[in-house]
């Protein structure tokens, strides 16, 4: 079993910076792609950032240029710096991993999600 806990999310003024950190622990043989998503209340869970373990990244639209998704590999740790958050950032953030847990076996993980507002 695998498990993902996330911590650093919290209530922060607009234009101000937070920053998800994102931690797998358990039967891991290797973990190739991590992601985080975000869901607002009563919308579906969106896609924000993805980041393989070579380091390629991808982000939504809504959060280019102000959010950074990064990775240690010997941690097995996913990180999402977010900046200039906005209102609309609102949500609660959730991490996934996409895991070899033997050479044969893959499987996909969630973390329990971190809420994060934004708010004056």
């Known amino acids: 079993q695998v498990q993902l806990v996330e911590s650093g999310g919290g209530l922060v003024q607009p234009g101000g910076s937070l920053r998800l950190s994102c931690t797998a622990s358990?039967?891991?043989?290797?973990?190739?792609?991590m992601a985080w998503f975000r869901q607002a209340p009563g919308k579906q869970r969106d896609l924000v950032a993805t980041?393989?373990?070579?380091?390629?990244?991808n982000y939504a639209d809504s959060v280019k240029g102000r959010f950074t998704i990064s990775r240690d590999n010997a941690k097995n740790t996913v990180y999402l710096e977010m900046n200039s958050l906005k209102p609309e950032d609102t949500a609660v953030y959730y991490c996934?991993?996409?895991?070899?847990?033997?050479?044969?076996?893959?499987?996909?993980?969630w973390g329990q999600g971190t809420q994060v507002t934004v708010s004056s």
């Open positions: 996934k991993a996409d895991v070899w847990v033997t050479t044969s076996a893959y499987r996909t993980y």
């Open positions: 358990g039967s891991i043989f290797r973990i190739t792609t």
């Open positions: 980041t393989t373990s070579s380091g390629n990244t």
